[in-house]
Nanobody, 123 residues
Framework: QVQLVESGGGLVQTGGSLRLSCAASGRTFSGYAMGWFRQAPGKVREPLAAVSWSGSRTYYTDPVKGRFTISRDNAKNTVYLQMNSLNPEDTAVYYC????????????????WGQGTQVTVSS
């Protein structure tokens, strides 16, 4: 089993920034890709960004491209999501996830999920 705990969410005004962290623990972690997703009420879970184990491959979806940056520190088994230029459309519960394989966008491919952290952006 892999356990994931997100932190860093909160309330921020339009144009502000937040950095989310996701700490992983468990019996194995090497070679896992990690991703960030979000889900607003009444909407499907959407992918945001993902990074390979080595950090050599990253992807960003269009709503966050140029504003969000994903990174990881394998020594700490932690992945980060730096979020800049936030707007109310970014309000959602943010989740990190892990899979054994390449960085991918489809939530169905990920095996382990955190409990989520709320991000609220006020206008």
């Amino acid at each position: 089993q892999v356990q994931l705990v997100e932190s860093g969410g909160g309330l921020v005004q339009t144009g502000g920034s937040l950095r989310l962290s996701c700490a992983a623990s468990g019996r194995t972690f090497s070679g896992y890709a990690m991703g960030w997703f979000r889900q607003a009420p009444g909407k499907v879970r959407e992918p945001l960004a993902a990074v390979s184990w080595s950090g050599s491959r990253t992807y960003y979806t269009d709503p966050v491209k140029g504003r969000f940056t994903i990174s990881r520190d394998n020594a700490k088994n932690t992945v980060y999501l730096q979020m800049n230029s936030l707007n109310p459309e970014d309000t959602a519960v943010y989740y990190c996830a892990v899979r054994r394989g390449t960085a991918a966008a489809d939530p169905a491919l990920y095996e382990y999920w955190g409990q989520g952290t709320q991000v609220t952006v006020s206008s």
